[in-house]
């Protein structure tokens, strides 16, 4: 019994080393891709960002204050701010009024914040839906893309990861 259970964690073991494998090929793996030209428009009363402009490492971070799920990773936001991450933020679908209550009341994890008026830069960044998080290099090339509120393990498995890989070209 006891040699038959040491033989099942060793199976599950292996199988775990072999998952994080893959997970960690396919990240490192992801095909870089240029950022697209963006057509936005200052956030009333915000500062905003140039994405050409932006020097080093950044998260460019979609959201909406009518999002549910944003107002959910928006203290992962926060954090990261304060641990020193630059976030640029793309607020989608939102009127300036609603977007700048919900960073009043919520606080600002943004460096700088833009607005996408008519959604082109959504469409011309592939975005499915808010919040989505790209890691974008130095050179302006994503590096990684997240649909969906950031967690513990999106940061451990994708975000840090991709910050950590651009790092070390540099």
């Given amino acids: 019994m006891m040699r038959a259970l040491r033989l099942a964690a060793l199976i599950a073991l292996a199988v775990l080393a072999g998952v994080l494998a893959w997970r960690v090929y396919q990240s490192e793996m992801t095909p870089r891709e240029p950022l697209?030209?963006?057509t936005l428009a200052?956030?009333?009363g915000r500062a905003g960002f140039d994405p050409a402009g932006i020097e080093g490492t950044y998260l460019l971070?979609?959201?909406?204050?009518?999002?549910?799920?944003?107002?959910?990773?928006h203290p992962v936001l926060m954090a990261l701010r304060a641990e020193g991450v630059a976030i640029y933020g793309i607020n989608?679908?939102?009127t300036p009024e609603a977007?700048?209550?919900f960073l009043d009341e919520l606080g600002n994890p943004y460096a700088g914040v833009m607005q996408d008026v008519d959604g082109a830069s959504a469409l011309a960044l592939a975005i499915s839906g808010a919040p989505e998080t790209l890691v974008v290099s130095s050179e302006g090339e994503i590096l990684?893309?997240?649909?969906?509120?950031i967690t513990a393990d999106v940061l451990r498995n994708r975000i840090?990861?991709?910050l950590e890989r651009d790092a070390q070209r540099h």
């Fill in 36 to 38: 697209p030209a963006l």
């Fill in 92 to 94: 989608w679908r939102d």
């Fill in 61 to 73: 971070n979609v959201w909406g204050s009518w999002c549910a799920p944003c107002r959910i990773e």
């Fill in 160 to 162: 840090y990861p991709a």
């Fill in 99 to 101: 977007a700048n209550a």
């Fill in 144 to 149: 990684a893309r997240w649909p969906g509120p």
């Fill in 42 to 44: 200052p956030l009333e």
